[in-house]
């Protein structure tokens, strides 16, 4: 894990994960709002393929080439905006990406990205990246 340390975000890094001016706070509204481009800019930096990505919103890979998101369940993508936004405000984009594939033991020896490929495995991360950021021994 690398210390956070001010590194330039890319901009669809920070759309993705932003909350946008006058947006409602509700997750999935705005989840609602994002692109295809923001979801694969959230793809790009934690380092995942297509079929990865498909794994954690729990849907078929296919499902990613259709033009809207109608066949992607809005709360999962609500989920990986948090977990992602979380891990921003912690990790250096670099130390970001290498912490969500390493195996980690407060998650049974899996990493972060097989974690979240289970339905609650948010919640797991969320609560691992607060013990992180609040200096918990883990």
Do not use: Y
């Amino acid at each position: 894990m690398q210390p956070k340390k001010k590194v330039k975000k890319g901009p669809l890094l920070l759309k993705a994960v932003k909350k946008r001016p006058g947006q409602k706070s509700d997750p999935e509204s705005s989840a609602s709002n994002f692109t295809k481009n923001d979801l694969f800019g959230i793809k790009d930096c934690l380092g995942i393929s297509d079929k990865e990505l498909a794994q954690i919103l729990l849907i078929e890979p296919e499902v990613l080439t259709e033009p809207d998101f109608k066949n992607i369940p809005i709360s999962r993508i609500a989920d990986l905006q948090k977990v992602v936004s979380r891990a921003v405000e912690i990790f250096t984009l670099k130390g970001m990406s290498e912490w969500f594939h390493q195996p980690h033991p407060e998650l049974e020896d899996q990493s972060p990205l097989e974690v979240l490929r289970a339905p609650e495995g948010d919640q797991k991360i969320l609560q691992l990246l607060a013990a992180i950021e609040w200096g918990v021994p883990v």
